[in-house]
Nanobody, 124 residues
Framework: QVQLVESGGGLVQTGGSLRLSCAAS????????MGWFRQVPGKEREFVAA????????YYPDSVKGRFTISRDNTKTTVYLQIDNLKPEDTGVYYC?????????????????WGQGTQVTVSS
């Protein structure tokens, strides 16, 4: 059974940093694309980062480039999202995602698996 377990969320001040973690288990992810999404109440989940497990190729929307960094640790089967210079609009629940059908389904919000999410709150 595939599990994606996020951690690392919390309350931070504007300008601070956070590193979110997503521990993946239940299968081999070497051919998968891993992603991070953000959701605020009343809005759809928004794609914020993705990485291909095999080559480590990364993808970001323009809105977060330069502040968000996705990475993976093959030995721990863990994906990270480093968020720097946090802004109040970064507030939301951050979800980890995994997809075996290539990059685009994940970026489009159609992965095979979702985590339960971790709350990030940025105070102004």
């Amino acid at each position: 059974q595939v599990q994606l377990v996020e951690s690392g969320g919390g309350l931070v001040q504007t300008g601070g940093s956070l590193r979110l973690s997503c521990a993946a288990s239940g299968r081999t992810f070497s051919s998968y694309t891993m992603g991070w999404f953000r959701q605020v109440p009343g809005k759809e989940r928004e794609f914020v980062a993705a990485i291909t497990w095999s080559r480590g190729r990364t993808y970001y929307p323009d809105s977060v480039k330069g502040r968000f960094t996705i990475s993976r640790d093959n030995t721990k089967t863990t994906v990270y999202l480093q968020i720097d210079n946090l802004k109040p609009e970064d507030t939301g629940v951050y979800y980890c995602a995994a997809g075996g059908g290539g990059v685009h389904p994940v970026i489009s919000g159609r992965p095979d698996y979702w985590g339960q999410g971790t709350q990030v709150t940025v105070s102004s």
